[in-house]
């Protein structure tokens, strides 16, 4: 499995994930990894890379057919040719990282940010690596994260040895971004990448610790997940988000799922039945009355 963090396109424009974006504690760590992508397009990495790569028959015929093994690399391909796909993930050759790195940390570091920001995201996407079992890199010839931390250290240590120095901008950028956490959580269950998300959820309630939704999302992590003692850590969550919001419909729905597929049927329907009354106009709604049908079937027989 691989998520691709950021990424600059050979037309200047520059995409970042909002997993990432939800890692990131201030204003200083956005602008480092701005400052290396910008760097990727201001020295012409993608074009440098694709000719680089066009020259080594086997390393292209070898990048084709991992696209053809990746929908999202797919997609970029249909998107702007196989060509043009390659080269906008191909800025993963060790010299051009190499280089992105040190032009990036001289960028944010004369913009004023503290250059010792950047170490923060690698060591957020090392921690994610180890957890989520991520592959990486692309491709064999991009260094790999810990490799760019040790180089990156070595760099900050010579270049910059005042620590703490810079804009850190904390408040502001958490106040901007909050939201969101919560977001992107939805996403990451979505793709059953669970501690994510957790962690996710966990830094906003570290902002808002009274937030419904942020419950109902923890007890949808601990639900789909299903590992020995999550079914009651959902239900905890669940229960709590209705206490802070008692016409919040999607956690009633959820407790009545986990009592349904424990075959508590009668007091499963009570949940089900108070989901449709608290949104009756859910897009869902066909679906709890399918649960709904089949509860009183139980019932009847």
Same mark, same amino acid.
């Given at each position: 499995?691989?998520?691709?963090?950021?990424?600059?396109?050979?037309?200047?424009?520059?995409?970042?994930?909002?997993?990432?974006?939800?890692?990131?504690?201030?204003?200083? &760590?956005?602008?480092?990894?701005?400052?290396? %992508?910008?760097?990727?397009?201001?020295?012409?990495?993608?074009?440098?890379?694709?000719?680089?790569?066009?020259?080594? *028959?086997?390393?292209?015929?070898?990048? #084709?057919?991992?696209?053809?093994?990746?929908?999202?690399?797919?997609?970029?391909?249909?998107?702007?040719?196989?060509?043009?796909?390659?080269?906008?993930?191909?800025?993963?050759?060790?010299?051009?990282?190499?280089?992105?790195?040190?032009?990036?940390?001289?960028?944010?570091?004369?913009?004023?940010?503290?250059?010792?920001?950047?170490?923060?995201?690698?060591?957020?996407?090392?921690?994610?690596?180890?957890?989520?079992?991520?592959?990486?890199?692309?491709?064999?010839?991009? *260094?790999?994260?810990?490799?760019?931390?040790?180089?990156?250290?070595?760099?900050?240590?010579?270049?910059?040895?005042?620590?703490?120095?810079?804009?850190?901008?904390?408040?502001?950028?958490?106040?901007?971004?909050?939201?969101?956490?919560?977001?992107?959580? %939805?996403? #990451?269950?979505?793709?059953?990448?669970?501690?994510?998300?957790?962690?996710?959820?966990?830094?906003?309630?570290?902002?808002?610790? =009274?937030?419904?939704?942020?419950?109902?999302?923890?007890?949808?992590?601990?639900?789909?997940?299903? &590992?020995?003692?999550?079914?009651?850590?959902?239900?905890?969550?669940? =229960?709590?988000?209705?206490?802070?919001?008692?016409?919040?419909?999607? *956690?009633?729905?959820?407790?009545?799922?986990?009592?349904?597929? #424990?075959?508590?049927?009668?007091?499963?329907?009570?949940?089900?039945?108070?989901?449709?009354?608290?949104?009756?106009?859910?897009? =869902?709604?066909?679906?709890?009355?399918?649960?709904?049908?089949?509860?009183?079937?139980?019932?009847?027989?």
């Amino acid at each position: 499995m691989k998520i691709i963090y950021k990424i600059t396109y050979p037309n200047g424009k520059i995409y970042v994930h909002s997993g990432l974006l939800a890692c990131m504690d201030n204003e200083a &760590q956005l602008a480092a990894v701005l400052a290396h %992508e910008i760097t990727h397009c201001t020295h012409r990495h993608a074009l440098r890379a694709f000719r680089k790569i066009k020259d080594q *028959p086997a390393l292209l015929r070898a990048i #084709e057919h991992r696209f053809s093994k990746t929908r999202s690399l797919q997609d970029m391909a249909r998107f702007m040719g196989i060509g043009g796909a390659i080269a906008a993930v191909s800025g993963h050759i060790r010299e051009l990282e190499a280089e992105a790195d040190r032009v990036g940390i001289e960028l944010m570091a004369s913009a004023g940010y503290d250059p010792r920001e950047a170490l923060f995201i690698f060591d957020r996407m090392i921690s994610e690596i180890e957890q989520e079992g991520f592959e990486e890199p692309i491709f064999g010839s991009h *260094p790999t994260v810990q490799q760019r931390v040790v180089n990156l250290q070595n760099l900050i240590d010579a270049r910059y040895p005042q620590k703490g120095s810079g804009i850190p901008n904390t408040e502001i950028f958490i106040a901007k971004s909050v939201r969101l956490l919560l977001d992107n959580a %939805e996403l #990451e269950i979505r793709q059953g990448r669970f501690q994510a998300a957790r962690n996710g959820v966990e830094k906003y309630l570290r902002v808002k610790p =009274d937030d419904s939704r942020a419950y109902f999302l923890l007890g949808e992590i601990f639900r789909q997940r299903q &590992q020995d003692g999550d079914t009651l850590k959902a239900l905890n969550y669940y =229960d709590h988000a209705v206490i802070l919001d008692p016409n919040f419909a999607a *956690p009633r729905k959820a407790i009545g799922i986990i009592h349904y597929k #424990e075959g508590r049927r009668t007091l499963a329907r009570k949940f089900f039945e108070s989901c449709i009354q608290l949104a009756p106009d859910s897009p =869902d709604k066909a679906y709890i009355q399918g649960y709904l049908k089949r509860c009183t079937i139980s019932e009847e027989g």
